[in-house]
């Protein structure tokens, strides 16, 4: 079985992380790609988890109810504490075994601070590293397969940004969500 992982925050999870998910699994023929919401992300120790983890766990499972080949594991929100990548990559050969192939989805800024990763000398052997290459990037480092993705202006960040504006939000979260991102995320 081939499997994609999209690790991250998704605080909250939006259209472009779909998007991404759904491009990756067709251009390189995925069986399933997984999501993987941080605890702590190793990169931003400073992150407080502003929303309640489970509550961005919960958005993430009802933003996947209609699509059978993505899915979310809970493993490093369970776990608590620092989500290093090299752990939940090991987690998950426990889980769905050590010969399928995993794909780890990348997005082209952190190609060039892989090194700053726990283990990632072991990492590499374990996993293929999937940059994902967007319509502006100029230059593609051979070394990683890539997907091309199309330029979308969607982020975590804005959406937060927007709401403590109180401005709308559709078409940048699920239509599903939006309700409860807007109440929940407004409170802050």
């Known amino acids: 079985m081939r499997i994609g992982v999209l690790g991250g925050t998704f605080d909250p ?3 472009g992380h779909l998007r991404l998910a759904i491009e990756a699994k ?24 502003k929303k309640n983890s489970k509550i961005r766990l919960q958005l993430i499972k009802k933003t996947l109810v209609p699509f059978s080949k993505l899915d979310v594991i809970d493993y490093e ?3 608590k504490g620092i989500s290093y990548t090299i752990d939940t990559v090991m987690y ?13 989805l990348l997005g082209s800024d952190w190609t060039g601070k892989l090194n700053t990763w726990k283990d990632i000398d072991l990492l590499k052997k374990e996993i293929t590293f999937v940059m994902v290459k ?5 230059e593609t480092d051979n070394s990683f397969l890539t997907i091309d993705f199309p330029i979308m202006e969607i982020s975590s960040s804005l959406i937060r940004a927007k709401l403590k504006k109180n401005q ?21």
């Open 13 to 15: 999870i939006h259209n």
């Open 26 to 49: 067709e251009q390189l023929s995925l069986d399933k790609i997984l999501f993987v919401p941080a605890y702590i992300p190793p990169h931003k120790l400073n992150y407080n988890d």
């Open 77 to 79: 929100i369970k776990k």
């Open 92 to 104: 998950l050969k426990q889980k769905f075994g050590k010969n399928q192939k995993y794909f780890f």
């Open 134 to 138: 967007r319509d502006s990037a100029k």
């Open 168 to 188: 709308n939000i559709r078409g940048l979260v699920p239509d599903k969500i939006v309700t409860v991102v807007q109440k929940i995320y407004s409170l802050t």
